[in-house]
C-alpha cells in the first residue's frame, strides 16, 4: 500500500509517540530549526547540529531531514529527531555529545519502528 504525505506524516508521530518523543516543548522549541529538504536518502548528508557558545554551553538546535516518502526516509526522520530530543534536554548546560551511546539510541529508535512494521503484519 503506497501512503501519501499526510500518512507518512502521521506514521511519524505515531513513531515518535512509541519512542516517548512527546514533549509539547521540544516541538514548539524545533519549529523553524528544521530544514526538510526533498532529496534521496542516498543523496544528502543528514544531521542534528547543536549551536554552543564560546563557554561551551549548548543554545540551539537545528537539523536536516528529507521529505518523507517512504520508510527509508522516515527512518533518517527518527533517528535525526531521536538525537534532536536528546540534545534538547542539555540546552543551556555544557555541550558534552558522547557519539557512540547517541548514535545507538537512535538506532535503536529506528530498528523498534521496524520490529513495530513487522508485528503490524
Known amino acids: 500500500m503506497e501512503k501519501n504525505l499526510i500518512d507518512w506524516k502521521q506514521e511519524l508521530a505515531i513513531a515518535l509517540k512509541n519512542e516517548q518523543i512527546t514533549n509539547l516543548r521540544f516541538f514548539e522549541f524545533m519549529k523553524g530549526k528544521i530544514k526538510k529538504v526533498p532529496f534521496l536518502v542516498e543523496d544528502f548528508g543528514w544531521g542534528v547540529f547543536p549551536i554552543i557558545n564560546e563557554n561551551g554551553i549548548l543554545e540551539d538546535i537545528r537539523m536536516i531531514v528529507p521529505v518523507i516518502y517512504d520508510i527509508k526516509s522516515l527512518c533518517v526522520n527518527l533517528h535525526e529527531y531521536t538525537h534532536a530530543y536528546e ?26 519502528y521496524l520490529l513495530s512494521l513487522d508485528d503490524k503484519k
Open 87 to 112: 540534545l534538547f534536554s542539555s540546552l543551556g548546560k555544557v555541550y558534552e555529545w558522547h557519539v557512540e551511546e547517541s548514535e545507538q539510541k537512535a538506532r535503536s529508535a529506528e530498528k523498534r
